[in-house]
């Protein structure tokens, strides 16, 4: 399975704008880019997934760069709530696909 | 709808029993799967299902089984249960292949 890359965590204020930045080099063709965040002490939640174009949901947006290399989720205000350990994950298109974790970037909003 | 339920929420075990941890979705999400997660760790994959009848590993099956009979429920049985076992397990539901997951609220287990 394709892997992805992430920082361990990053940092942001209240009301702004983030961008938390994935790095998937060997994504096959296949591969769509899906994006989970964990609140603490909570389940993962679905947040956006994409294959080639750029989506954008009530949640956040994800911008897939062309060569599709990399990806860029896109929490357009940041709120307390934001607050989580968001994670980049490529799931193969079609019929026995797995969703496999990696260890994701823990976001920190300043009030 | 509830979404995916799995009870209990908290549980202890001692070393060497068994038990059964219940998840059910009411969503008809064909894709159901189980997951670990220790502290500080991401999730990792125990099994998975891909409709009814249909089970397969993922990257921790051992000393866990699962069998899936029916498309709303997964249980995930503990055999023989260790202290290694200490987790929260979480189970997920998803319609198909190429849509996101829906996660139930956890079960926290601890074996002494």
């Known amino acids: 399975d394709a892997k992805t890359t992430q920082p361990n965590s990053m940092e942001s204020n209240e009301e702004e704008p983030v961008h938390l930045p994935c790095n998937h080099s060997?994504?096959?063709?296949?591969?769509?880019i899906h994006w989970y965040r964990q609140l603490p002490s909570q389940g993962p939640e679905y947040v956006i997934h994409?294959?080639?174009s750029n989506v954008n949901n009530r949640m956040a947006s994800l911008a897939i760069a062309e060569d599709r290399k990399s990806s860029t989720l896109i929490l357009h205000r940041a709120t307390l709530r934001d607050a989580a350990v968001y994670y980049c994950?490529?799931?193969?298109?079609?019929?026995?696909?797995?969703?496999?974790f990696g260890k994701g970037i823990t976001l920190s909003v300043r009030p | 709808n509830a979404g995916v339920t799995q009870t209990p929420k908290f549980q202890v075990l001692k070393t060497g029993q068994s038990m059964t941890l219940q998840c059910a979705q009411d969503?008809?999400?064909?894709?159901m799967s189980w997951y670990r997660q220790d502290p500080g760790m991401g999730l990792r994959l125990i099994h998975y299902?891909?409709?009814?009848?249909?089970?397969d590993q993922g990257e921790v099956p051992n000393g866990y089984n699962v069998s899936r009979s029916t498309t709303e429920d997964f249980p995930l049985r503990l055999l023989s249960a260790a202290p290694s076992q200490t987790s929260v397990y979480f189970c997920?539901?998803?319609?198909?292949?190429?849509?996101?997951?829906?996660f139930g609220s956890g079960t926290r287990l601890t074996v002494v």
């Open positions: 997920a539901s998803s319609f198909d292949g190429n849509y996101g997951y829906t």
């Open positions: 060997t994504i096959s063709g296949t591969d769509y």
């Open positions: 994950i490529l799931r193969r298109h079609g019929a026995n696909s797995k969703l496999t």
């Open positions: 299902s891909v409709g009814a009848g249909i089970t």
């Open positions: 994409g294959l080639t």
């Open positions: 969503m008809n999400h064909e894709y």
